[in-house]
């Protein structure tokens, strides 16, 4: 045997030893690769048969769904609208009391209908909308909103606007139980929080502070109980402390999110009107939201 041939010969049976080694172990996952293919096919073949079946069953399931959900808004008593993923309805409501046309120019009912606006678009961004209410809706704002602003109110959702006054709703099965406050910075009275059991009415008036003591004057005759927002227990504020009615329902959005009357004050009311906090005199975050808000407070046009 030449050398070549043993050679040869060592190396064909380590050659064929191989082989048959290397089959069982290639073989092994061959069949276990053909079995896997095998059950995907049939995965994918049941999926194709079924696919349009179980797209029909989830799509379903989702209407249900939605339709358990707007029940559940009903029930609330919360006008239907359509809420973002990280949105959760209050159960607070709040009216705007627009029984003061016969009080304002036209530049302020000019100013009424934006801060309008603002109070709506907040309320549709806000994390916790409430539940809004415009009543008394008449007179140069409701002829403003219907021709130059082209009945884009109509189409708002999450809002009703009434002809009646706000006594009206009280004969509504959603109102009957709850008590009216209305806020007003005239009152004696100072509220802490707000409360689901109780119905906040703000002046729905425009008057660069003309008009003093008018609301508180209007809840007293009819026995509804005022109430100013506790804004000297946090902050100093450079003028009077009468806010525009966006930034009174601005800073109730926020009490209600983060529960802390200094922070909501801080991140609403414009800069020129509030020098500093009471608690604590360090610059804090809250003052660049104020600078974002002042801009935004500037750009939106007349709002006072
Ligand atoms: N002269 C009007 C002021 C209108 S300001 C009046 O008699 O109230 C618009 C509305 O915002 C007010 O009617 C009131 O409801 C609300 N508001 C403004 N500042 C407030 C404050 N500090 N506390 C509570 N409500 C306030």
């Known amino acids: 045997m030449s050398d ?20 069982t172990k290639i073989e092994e996952p061959t069949i276990n690769f053909s079995k896997k293919m095998m059950k995907k096919k049939l995965k994918q073949k049941k999926w194709e048969e079924t696919k349009a079946e179980w797209r029909k069953r989830k799509k379903e399931k989702a209407k249900i769904k939605k339709i358990e959900k707007r029940k559940k808004l009903e029930e609330m008593k919360i006008p239907f609208t359509k809420l973002k993923k990280n949105q959760t309805p209050s159960n607070i409501k709040v009216i705007i009391d627009c029984e003061f046309d016969d009080k304002m120019v036209d530049k302020e009912i000019v100013s009424l209908s934006s801060q309008l606006t603002r109070c709506y ?93 008018l609301c508180l004057n209007k809840a007293k005759s009819q026995n509804i109980w005022t109430a100013k927002l506790p804004i000297e227990n946090y902050i100093e504020m450079a003028s009077r402390k009468v806010l525009t009615i966006n930034q009174v329902l601005e800073i109730m959005h926020q009490w209600i999110e983060i529960r802390d009357w200094e922070k909501a004050f801080l991140n609403v009311i414009p800069p020129r009107k509030l020098p500093q906090s009471k608690k604590a005199n360090k610059p804090d975050q809250s003052f660049e939201n104020l600078e974002i808000n002042h801009l935004e407070y500037e750009d939106i046009g007349d709002l006072s």
């Not at 809002?159 to 139980?177: M, P, Q, V, W």
């Open 121 to 213: 678009s907040d309320n549709r961004r806000s994390s916790f909308p409430v539940q809004l209410y415009v009543t008394s809706f008449g007179g140069r704002l409701e002829e403003r909103m219907r021709t130059i602003l082209k009945n884009q109110h109509m189409a708002w959702q999450g809002i009703e606007f009434l002809g009646e006054n706000y006594t009206a709703l009280h004969e509504r099965s959603d109102f009957k139980e709850n008590e009216f406050i209305y806020l007003t910075a005239d009152s004696e009275n100072t509220i802490n929080e707000l409360d689901k059991n109780k119905i906040y009415i703000i002046g729905g008036i425009v008057d660069k502070n003309r008009y003093k003591n």
């Open 4 to 23: 070549f041939e043993v050679k040869d010969e060592k190396s064909c049976k380590t050659f064929s030893d191989r082989i048959s080694t290397q089959e």
